[in-house]
């Protein structure tokens, strides 16, 4: 049947993954800035019905431009909402560890008043 999630999860280097959210954010936001500035620069006033090939083939471009304006933006919603579930999961990592310490440490006081 394949891996349950728990052993999917268990799978996955949660501290590389940590370690390397900031940059992919770092570099989400750059690729950002840069499509918007490069998009800004280039944006050409919109042409009625184009008649001629270059008037038809920039109006293309200011299109394409504006797809991957909006291919960026999407991008940059996505490597911050991942740097989101990231930093949650690492905090609940971080309680399970301690709850896990916990439920150990009960164990064994309750074993050793079990024993006296």
Do not use: Y
Not at 37 to 65: S, Y
Not at 95 to 109: D, E, N, P, W
């Amino acid at each position: 049947m394949g891996l349950s999630w728990l052993s999917a999860i268990k799978l996955i280097p949660w501290g590389d993954v940590v370690q390397a959210t900031p940059g992919i954010v770092r570099g989400a936001r750059e690729l950002w800035s840069r499509t918007r500035k490069a998009n800004t620069a280039a944006q050409a006033p919109q042409v009625a019905p184009a008649a001629t090939d270059a008037e038809r083939l920039a109006q293309r471009i200011g299109q394409l431009e504006a797809e991957q304006l909006e291919a960026t933006q999407l991008i940059n919603t996505l490597a911050e909402q991942n740097a989101q579930l990231v930093a949650t999961v690492d905090g609940m990592r971080r309680r399970l560890r301690m709850q896990t310490a916990f439920c150990v440490l009960l164990a064994v006081g309750l074993a050793a008043l079990w024993w006296r």
